[in-house]
């Protein structure tokens, strides 16, 4: 569960709306592939993403570059 701190992060807040709004996003990690799926919950380190096959991912956080909605 997030602390009061965390919760209250402008970055936070913006996936917690991705995850409520049920939106598609890419996401770029270090290892340079472009993963794109459906956010399912966040926690302090990792993301989950469900992809097109309905397959959960974990993503640690510190290995994103960018994640943005799908166009």
């Known amino acids: ?35 794109v799926g459906k956010l399912h919950w966040q926690d302090q380190q990792c993301l989950c993403l469900i992809d097109h096959y309905d397959q959960p991912t974990i993503i640690w956080k510190q290995s994103i570059v960018f994640l943005k909605p799908k166009p």
């Open 1 to 35: 569960m997030a602390t009061d701190t965390e919760s209250g992060l402008p970055s936070f807040r913006q996936v917690q709306g991705l995850i409520q709004d049920d939106t598609e996003v890419e996401i770029k990690v270090t290892t340079n592939d472009l993963l």
